[in-house]
């Protein structure tokens, strides 16, 4: 009895450092309209930050920021075989952390024909480690044809949860919007941010109408966005939405669109993670109050 009582004591005490402390609050999510399973509205894109090969300070540095963004209720992670060691860096730095809730690890097939296509998505699933994705989509359109009709035979046999397709940069629109319109889609993906607003024209209320989930890449602008702010003070109404800084500011904007799933920005620092995923919590900010930080950020 007294070493079942002292063990008791012991590990009563063990979580006694525990109570009490700060917990990261709970990230807003969003749902995929195809199933209405939520995910956080700020995932971590992998494009030139997680390229660093095998190079030991690279790796610790990214696993740095991916370790900050799972701590941070973070899930969603997209790559691409476009972006050089990035999917290899990216499953074994997952291998090494092994967060509580399983990514959402979303991938692309990059490669002309439909063979090669097949032989390059059973690659990345190697290199993230994991028994399937949640989301394949094709990348920047490029053989898109040959690549839905495997990606739908995958979802249909269960290897694949989601399917879709991408564009960046504001390129291919109208290729795009032909596509949403003609095929069934569970995602898209395309760049919009406050310095390029073209999505929201057709895109955007398209996915809405289609029920298709829109993740945003470039919603930093590749960080140019930070240039037309450089040295100017956050707006003190900003406060009222939980922003407290340019990161937060930007990507509150995006991923308040009512057509919005999440954004995926990138990046190599861990106080960035910390910032951008702050946008990921508190309050959405409203038609009326997007609208004020559009003209705000016009005037800058």
């Known amino acids: 009895m007294r070493r079942r009582r002292f063990v008791e004591t012991i590990a009563a005490y063990a979580v006694l450092p525990l109570v009490g402390e700060p917990q990261p609050a709970p990230p807003i999510t969003s749902a995929i309209p195809s199933t209405n399973e939520r995910i956080p509205v700020i995932g971590m894109g992998t494009w030139q930050t997680f390229d660093v090969g095998r190079s030991a300070e ?48 979303a991938g692309k097939v990059w490669v002309p024909g439909k063979r090669l296509g097949v032989i390059q998505m059973e690659a990345s699933r190697k290199q993230w480690g994991i028994p399937r994705f949640d989301l394949l989509a094709v990348h920047n359109l490029l053989d898109w044809e040959a690549h839905l009709d495997t990606l739908r035979e995958m979802k249909a046999s269960g ?22 319109r003609s095929h069934s889609l569970d995602f898209v993906q395309f760049t919009y941010n406050l310095a390029d607003r073209s999505a929201e024209e057709r895109l955007l209320p398209l996915a809405r109408d289609r029920r298709i989930a829109v993740m945003i890449n470039r919603p930093l602008d590749g960080g140019e966005l930070f240039d037309r702010v450089r040295g100017k003070p956050l ?39 910390t910032e951008n995923m702050g946008a990921g919590i508190g309050r959405t900010p409203d038609a009326a109050f997007r609208a004020r930080m559009a003209d705000h950020f016009r005037t800058m």
């Open 159 to 180: 290897r694949l949860r989601y399917i879709g397709v991408t564009t960046s940069h504001g390129r291919r629109h109208d290729l795009l919007e032909e596509i949403m």
């Open 58 to 105: 690279g790796r610790a540095r990214q696993r740095g920021v991916l370790q900050e963004f799972v701590d941070r209720g973070g899930r969603v992670i997209d790559s691409s075989p476009m972006y050089g060691s990035s999917e290899p860096v990216v499953g074994a730095l997952l291998a090494q952390i092994g967060p509580r809730a399983a990514p959402f690890a």
């Open 235 to 273: 707006p003190a109404w900003a406060a009222d939405a939980g922003m407290t800084n340019w990161a937060q500011f930007f990507l509150k904007f995006v991923v308040s669109h009512p057509a919005v799933t999440c954004a995926i920005p990138a990046t190599t620092q861990r106080a960035h993670v």
